[in-house]
């Protein structure tokens, strides 16, 4: 048996317009969820728009899901109609590797299952937050802590992960000197985590445009790094770099930042292929290195540091009839910080 879900379908590269899915009554151990909110990210865009290769039409994307648990199988223990909870970038994996036994599903040695432009178990394409309800394995869903509001809770499910879990691996802290490259939806997260984990935090960007903002919440100092003195000044400066832009950067210039051992994380994908000297890791004992999310336990984690401590993302609640509007807003770096779309409006 299905269910009829309000969407809105990418049918093509040119614009989201309103349409209908179907969603799959919940199985044994699934949970049905009626959405709430749900956060534009980054990579909906690139998506719909057909700017990532493998793209299957008709579409529906988003993956900062906040929502409440409407129905759940016979055999669901974790969850219980009414709770608040949410979805992030994936909704299965093989529960098998070496990575998913620990605890690390996004990287699933068999490719964890997308919550769009995936397939699932069911054979059929999953379908993403960009609609009024989802169905999804009760093992891959997250529980919302009270102390968060739904709206500010969505972008916490890839954001949020996105920044927490590099600078937890890489053991941001007090003694830290951590440095986010870019001030927008992933990088105003980094400073708030950074910050709250008692790091000494700086923000790195190409203008002092969002130099208040980034203050306010959290970061001690801010350079405009299109100064051509900044990294003369700030070179051997920093233990960590987060790099939350998709641009191409002079990477060998931005190892030069770091202090020996430290180490620049990549979270922004650019287009192209990176070149650097292998000197500019050597000389200092520095690492350049790469992340995608959290797994589940870790997202937990997350969510509950975030509710302990009051944190959450700033954000612009939108109609859906806006989705367009936001996607050409968000290319413009027109938000401060993250659209949310209210799913009572599709």
Not at 13 to 27: K, V
Not at 59 to 71: K, Q, S, W
Not at 184 to 211: E, I, T
């Amino acid at each position: 048996m299905t269910t009829v879900a309000k969407a809105y379908v990418a049918t093509s590269a040119t614009e989201l317009q309103p349409g209908l899915i179907e969603r799959r009554e919940p199985g044994e151990f699934e949970v049905r969820i009626s959405i709430k909110f749900t956060g534009v990210c980054h990579s909906d865009i690139h998506t719909a728009r057909g700017e990532w290769a493998g793209v299957n039409y008709p579409i529906v994307v988003g993956h900062e899901i906040a929502g409440i648990v409407e129905a759940i199988g016979p055999k669901v223990t974790r969850h219980v109609v009414g709770d608040r909870v949410g979805v992030g970038c994936f909704v299965d994996s093989c529960r098998e590797c070496d990575n998913c036994l620990a605890g690390e599903e996004q990287y699933c040695l068999s490719g964890a299952v997308s919550t769009y432009n995936s397939t699932g178990r069911d054979g059929l394409p999953t379908a993403g937050g960009y609609s009024t309800s989802i169905v999804v394995d009760e093992n891959y869903v997250l529980r919302l802590p009270e102390g968060i509001s739904m709206e500010a809770a969505a972008p916490l499910l890839c954001a949020g992960i996105t920044m927490y879990s590099p600078l937890r691996t890489w053991g941001a802290g007090p003694g830290k000197r951590v440095a986010v490259i870019g001030f927008g939806g992933l990088g105003h997260m980094g400073v708030k985590f950074a910050a709250a984990l008692g790091a000494d935090v700086s923000v790195l960007s190409q203008s002092l445009k969002k130099q208040e903002d980034a203050l306010r919440l959290g970061a001690r100092t801010y350079f405009a790094m299109s100064d051509p003195d900044a990294f003369d000044v700030l070179r051997g400066h920093f233990d960590l770099i987060i790099n939350t832009v998709s641009a191409d950067l002079d990477i060998d210039r931005y190892l030069s930042l770091l202090a020996v051992d430290g180490a620049l994380i990549m979270v922004g994908l650019p287009s192209e292929p990176l070149t650097l000297r292998v000197w500019s890791l050597a000389g200092s004992r520095r690492t350049l290195a790469g992340s995608k999310l959290g797994g589940i336990a870790q997202t937990q984690e997350m969510l509950e540091f975030c509710a302990a401590r009051g944190l959450s993302a700033e954000v612009e609640v939108i109609p859906a009839d806006k989705i367009n509007d936001a996607f050409d807003r968000v290319i413009a770096s027109d938000v401060r910080y993250r659209f949310v779309i209210d799913a009572s409006t599709f």
